[in-house]
């Protein structure tokens, strides 16, 4: 990629919380035509090791004292880009006000579902090129492909596979039949179930804090970004961000709990709940849900 090409446009968002920003400007594709780029860069994590540092840059204290310095020794941002950028991504990384929805049932019929039926298939690539073995292949954690879906473990792209304190990783579904949390009976448990052992079982294998095990939190979000049911496995004192957000992440848990209440014939629970959440007015359902009241 020829960076020095890139060609700055506008801020999209700049986030004091997450310490991000997020930015548009353009890159040549390989034909040499400009499309247009989001940037996010984001501060990482301070590892642990980055203590031994601080001597380094301190040299006097008082009782009260602060100094603003740089670490050598660890990388401090992380970056990522979207290219080429569709509307659809400028939207979703554009600062946006939240408002809340209660999704019925019969919401759920007549907007959600026919809107999900047209998601584009391009916006899952991502998806299908790790399902498939062409992307991330190193990455893999797990994969099984046996019982009425197949799921595989991956590190989620927001960690940089370092600091323990942020430890992300994605449950991500191998078929394609279930779109979203309003997809799941109670035919899926045993699944449900299997995810959330072989993930507590990968990390308490590969990462520890002092030592100690790593305490999960397992949930999934609705509405999601993406239409291809997976589920966020995050170290349990990870700082309560966006995507924990009440309304929005909803426990693995108490899912497979509300599944094993389910009747054996019969609409399910989850298919005659309402469900409130909160939704971006640049996604693309807030106009549909908007106009149908
Ligand atoms: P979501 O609930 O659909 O959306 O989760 P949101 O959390 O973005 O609102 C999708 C998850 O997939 C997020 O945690 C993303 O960080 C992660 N993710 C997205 N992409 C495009 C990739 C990718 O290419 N690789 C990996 N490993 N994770 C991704």
Known sequence: MDWKAFKFERILNQDPASHAISFLGTLPNPEGAHEPAIIRIEKTALPKSSAKEFAQIIHDTEKYSWYFGRLKSIRDVKINVIFPATEVHIRKYSQQDIVLIQETPELYERVVKPFIATFPPSRTKWVDEIIAGRKEVDKVLHRDDSGPFGYMIIPDMKWNLETVSDLYLLALCTSNG????????????????????????????????????????????????????????????????????????????????????????????????????????????????????
């Open 178 to 293: 279930i779109k979203s949390l309003r997809d799941l009976r109670k035919v899926h448990v045993p699944v449900l179930r299997n995810i959330r052992d072989e993930a507590t079982n990968i990390v308490k294998t590969r990462w520890k804090n002092d030592g100690k095990d790593i305490s999960l939190r397992m949930f999934v979000h609705y509405q999601p970004s993406y239409y291809h049911f997976h589920i966020h496995i995050v170290n349990a004192n990870h700082p309560v961000g966006l995507g924990m957000a009440v309304g929005q992440a909803h426990l693995l848990d108490d899912i497979i709990s509300l599944l094993e209440l389910d009747p054996d014939d019969g609409p399910s629970i989850i298919e005659r709940m309402t469900f409130t959440y909160g939704l971006g007015e640049q996604h693309g359902l807030y106009p549909l849900l908007i106009g149908a009241g």
